[in-house]
């Protein structure tokens, strides 16, 4: 059973002041949530941890930091963790499993930027992460955080599992055709492409810029750990009575830092009969802040987005036939990660969604 999740918010000037903590902040998406976080103008960053590098500060670690915190990384300390307000984990999966109990019973909120409670099932979790999952009891309480299907849940939720990259740009592309019951929901495709940004920061020979520079590849083909999210939240949203749906995954490597570009493919069920594909999608997302449907025949790009919280979608239906192409790109690490993290924050504690997240992309 969910405990109370009441914030313990104190009050400033009038504005509310969440206390933060971040567990694992020595990766990619854990920097970008700092700087964000760094400049919410709601957020008092207290806690920010890593077994690693513990003692150092973080400045000298992420030296774009440098003048906006004087925090240093400690050990991730329950006690400490259960004081805030809210607490992130920008961790490897499997971790935030191992620290969780102790902070829920305290009525701490916690959003999770790993896998460890974006599917249901305990079983087909093991299956795809290669070990027994650490709290299958908080699977069916954990609340899937993407604002643009749930919201009204995030707002109540004490954990809120925070979508992957992939899945993010995935689903806002297909959304409105499968909840229309548009396409045929068994014969999805979705080729994306992600910097190596993506792969986190460990030292992979791979990602060395010798190897993944003038380069271009496909992996897991066969199978990478998305699917089953992707799979999941699309059919959370299929009207009542459609056939489930089955998507055919395969990502691919760019040599770039941070981006991804979904190219996603769906048949429509009746094509004679379709719609204004570009006025559906439109109306879908309206009131969207973080979602932007370009003009019809656009393309949208990777720099486009770079460095903020925005998922850019293009719907095109080549040659007026039966396949419709959506094109979507986000920033792996904003959209994809840290961004849609403080978003989803914003909502839980009743802050206005786009404070702190607002930011213009980076070009070049």
């Avoid at 992707?230 to 691919?252: C, K, M, W, Y």
């Avoid at 879908?284 to 003009?295: G, K």
Wanted: net charge negative; aromatic share 6%; charged share 20%.
């Amino acid at each position: 059973m969910i405990l109370s999740c009441t914030a313990k918010l104190v009050r400033k000037g009038g504005g509310k002041v969440i206390k933060v903590g971040v567990v694992g902040g020595t990766g990619y998406t854990g920097v970008e949530l700092l700087r964000l976080l760094l400049k919410h103008p709601q957020v008092e960053l207290r806690v920010i941890t890593s077994r690693a590098e513990a003692g150092l500060a973080v400045a000298d670690l992420y030296p774009n930091l440098r003048g906006f915190t004087d925090l240093t990384f400690t050990e991730p300390d329950p006690q400490v963790l259960s004081e805030c307000d809210v607490v992130f984990f920008a961790t490897p999966h499997g971790v935030t499993q191992s620290l969780l109990p102790p902070l829920l019973q305290a009525g701490t909120r916690i959003i999770d930027l790993s896998a460890d409670f974006r599917l249901r099932d305990a079983e087909l979790w093991a299956q795809w992460y290669g070990q027994a999952h650490g709290c299958p009891e908080w699977l069916p309480q954990a609340v899937y955080g993407m604002p643009e299907t749930n919201r009204e849940a995030i707002k109540e939720a004490q954990l809120v599992a925070c979508p992957g990259c992939y899945p993010t740009a995935a689903q806002l592309a297909l959304l409105p055709l499968l909840e229309n019951n548009l396409v045929e929901p068994e014969s999805l495709i979705v080729s994306a492409a992600s910097g190596v940004t993506g792969a986190g920061r460990q030292a992979k020979v791979d990602m060395l810029m010798a190897e993944a520079s003038d380069n271009f590849k496909a992996y897991a083909a066969n199978g990478h750990r998305h699917l089953p999210e992707i799979e999941q939240t699309l059919r959370d949203n299929q009207p009542a009575g459609a056939s489930p749906v089955q998507v055919t995954f395969v990502p691919h490597l760019l040599p770039m830092i941070r981006g991804i570009h979904a190219t996603t493919y769906a048949r429509a069920l009746n094509a004679e009969r379709l719609p204004d594909i570009q006025e559906l999608y439109l109306q879908r997302y309206a009131d969207e802040p973080f979602v932007d449907v370009m003009p019809l025949g656009s393309h949208p790009q990777t720099r486009s987005v770079k460095g903020a919280n925005m998922c850019r979608i293009s719907v095109l239906r080549p040659q007026m036939r039966d396949t419709i192409v959506v094109l979507s790109v986000i920033d792996n690490l904003t959209k994809g990660a840290s961004g849609q993290a403080v978003q989803n924050m914003n909502i839980m504690f009743g802050v206005e969604e786009a404070t702190g997240l607002d930011i213009v992309p980076l070009l070049p």
